[in-house]
């Protein structure tokens, strides 16, 4: 049984998170004996393929559909792909659109599905490591049987490096016609300001718990002659625009000084944050997972601890 | 048309929390509808009002305790709710299949022609069941919907699929289709009081397996919790002490020395 990894695209360009796909695959094609095997659909697959080749690559399967992603055709070609090199391990992208697909491919090929794996163990069977409750814990899950679907948490992984010796073949996939059909993109999030840009931010977020209490955060902004910038629930709620999101799905910075107030930590907002030089982070849970990832933390009330740095700065 | 908007009763674990076993200690738990649910429930009551959709039925995988929650969606606006549980479903930790198995049958019940359900869940964070689903019944899915616009008479719902780094993915998709709903894709109601009133008599039917022509061995899990413990801190924060004078007062000196200032 071989290991088939997924690799994913966008707009003319491979994501990391492939890179980081391959190194999980290639850890489970060594625990199980097997070979490692990169499949590309869609977009300059032959410019991809050279680029996917990488140290412990064994082949790599090029299938030229279309230059999107679209899950239609990643799920036809990953259906035939499996059962054309016995794949009983797929590694796949914990993404927005690896969990467009993911599912639906476990479901087609009959084998369960764990996802956003951020570690795993093969010794007898697949031990997969993942978060529960809002990442308060972590949890071993393991996975009966051999044949399974696996997605991996992009950063978990170290990307796979060097060159390889894989061989690369073009496969003719036959895609059934698609219901769901992608018909452009939109960049959203421009507007008056660009926080990639700020030296220093100041961001808020659920902590904050009223929008009134907003303006108090823009006070500290200004007394700092910092950018506001938000985590997602506050975008979420309107209480500031798209613009202001930082995270994965909205803005990734890397200020000089990033000041985290009312924030958790969830993993998809350190996503978009944790280049930064220095981060501080004022929270009233001591075990909020920002303080990771923070240089200096206060535990305490930001309503008495945020006024207090105002008036030191002003 | 019809809407199917799948729900469940999450757990949220209190700030302190002790682990039993391997779940976290019941004292220590919170439950509400989950939040990526709220959202969903939202928009398939939005369908209704715009006279797109007849009837808005919820559906949950939960115990007889969860009826509190799914009343909450109930006052929101459903006009019913299904509610599977059976003891066969009481310990295991539920893999993908196996909820597929249940939402199939209830879907082969209902009939609907448009599911919504959360990306994920808040507790165990899948985020795969919606597709998974999709595939079983032969609907049409875009997962991460964070727009929606129904095209009733034309038979198709024009999304958007929130991508990473601020992009959208412009999609439309046939009815039927599952669609999963991300968070800030509208502005979830609160229940007015009135709607409360009318959610005490509304029906939530209570199925068990065999009403929905299942076995034990049909949802059995593939997956087992072997363990569960709080990650290793990784900080090496400085963590400042003090009352809020003290704190402010050694936070603006280390922000001084990284050169802020107005």
Redesign the interface.
Same mark, same amino acid.
């Given at each position: 049984m071989s290991v088939l990894v997924a690799a994913e695209h966008r707009r003319g360009a491979l994501r990391d998170v492939s890179y980081e796909a391959i190194t999980a695959g290639r850890e489970l094609a060594d625990a199980r004996g097997a070979d490692l095997h990169v499949a590309v659909i869609g977009g300059d697959v032959d410019g991809f393929a050279e680029d996917l080749n990488r140290d412990g690559v064994d082949a790599i399967h090029t299938v030229a559909d279309g230059e999107e992603f679209d899950h239609n055709a990643y799920q036809a070609a990953l259906s035939q792909l499996a059962d054309g090199i016995d794949a009983g391990a797929v590694v796949l992208p914990n993404s927005v659109n690896g969990l467009d697909y993911a599912p639906a491919l476990a479901e087609a090929l009959g084998v369960p599905i764990v996802t956003d794996a951020v570690g795993m163990a093969y010794d007898d069977g697949l031990t997969v490591t993942r978060e529960m409750y809002g990442s308060k814990v972590e949890t071993t899950v393991d996975v009966a049987g051999d044949r399974f679907v696996l997605t991996v948490r992009g950063g978990e992984w170290p990307p796979a490096e060097g060159v390889g010796d894989a061989a690369i073949e073009s496969v003719d996939v036959d895609v059934p016609e698609s219901g769901a059909r992608v018909t452009g993109f939109e960049e959203v999030g421009g507007g008056d300001v660009d926080i990639a840009d700020a030296d220093v931010l100041v961001s808020v977020g659920r902590g904050i718990e009223e929008e009134e209490n907003i303006e108090l955060i823009e006070d500290l902004a200004d007394a700092l002659g910092a950018t506001l910038s938000a985590s997602r629930p506050i975008v979420d709620n309107g209480w500031l625009p798209k613009n202001r999101q930082v995270g994965q799905s909205g803005k990734v910075v890397t200020p000089d000084v990033y000041i985290a107030v009312g924030i958790s930590g969830a993993v998809q907002h350190v996503a978009g944050m944790k280049g930064s030089d220095t981060i501080v982070a004022i929270n009233t849970d001591p075990n909020a997972p920002i303080f990771d990832i923070a240089d200096y933390g206060i535990v305490g009330d930001l309503f008495d601890v945020v006024p207090e740095l105002i008036d030191e700065f002003a | 048309m019809k809407v199917l908007v799948t729900v469940k009763e999450v757990?949220?674990?209190d700030? /302190?929390?002790a682990?039993e076993g391997?779940d976290?200690a019941e004292s220590d738990l919170e439950y509400d509808l989950n939040e990526w649910d709220d959202y969903a429930v939202e928009a398939a009551v939005q369908l209704a009002e715009a006279g797109i959709a007849d009837e808005v039925v919820t559906v949950t995988v939960g115990r007889e305790r969860t009826e509190e929650t799914i009343r909450m969606a109930l006052a929101k606006g459903a006009d019913r709710a299904v509610r599977v549980w059976d003891e066969a479903l009481d310990g295991a930790?539920a /893999? #993908?299949?196996s909820k597929?198995d249940l939402f199939e049958a209830v879907v082969a019940e209902e009939e609907p022609d448009l599911v919504l359900g959360g #990306?994920q869940a808040?507790?165990?964070?899948? *985020?795969?069941?919606? #597709?998974?689903l999709?595939?079983?019944i032969g609907f049409?899915?875009?997962? #991460?919907v964070n727009d929606l616009d129904v095209d009733a008479d034309a038979g198709v719902a024009h999304v958007?699929?929130?991508?990473? *780094?601020? $992009?959208? =993915?412009?999609?439309?998709?046939?009815l039927p289709?599952v669609l999963t709903v991300q968070? *800030?894709l509208n502005?979830p109601r609160y229940a007015s009081l009135r709607g409360i009133r009318q959610a005490q008599r509304k029906e939530i039917a209570a199925k068990d397996l065999s009403d929905l022509g299942l076995t034990a061995d049909d949802v059995e899990s593939?997956?087992?919790?072997?363990?569960?413990?709080?990650?290793e @801190?990784?900080?090496d924060? =400085?963590?400042?002490e003090g /009352?809020?004078?003290e @704190?402010?007062?050694r936070?603006?000196e $280390?922000?001084r020395e990284? *050169?802020? @200032?107005?």
């Open positions: - | 757990a949220e674990a700030d /302190d929390f682990i391997t976290i930790f /893999d #993908v299949a597929v #990306v808040a507790d165990t964070g899948f *985020g795969a069941t919606g #597709v998974a999709a595939e079983r049409e899915h875009a997962a #991460v958007h699929r929130e991508l990473e *780094g601020g $992009v959208e =993915e412009l999609t439309e998709v046939d289709a968070t *800030g502005e593939s997956l087992t919790i072997t363990s569960m413990y709080e990650p @801190s990784e900080s924060a =400085e963590m400042i /009352d809020a004078g @704190s402010a007062d936070l603006a $280390v922000l990284k *050169g802020v @200032s107005a």
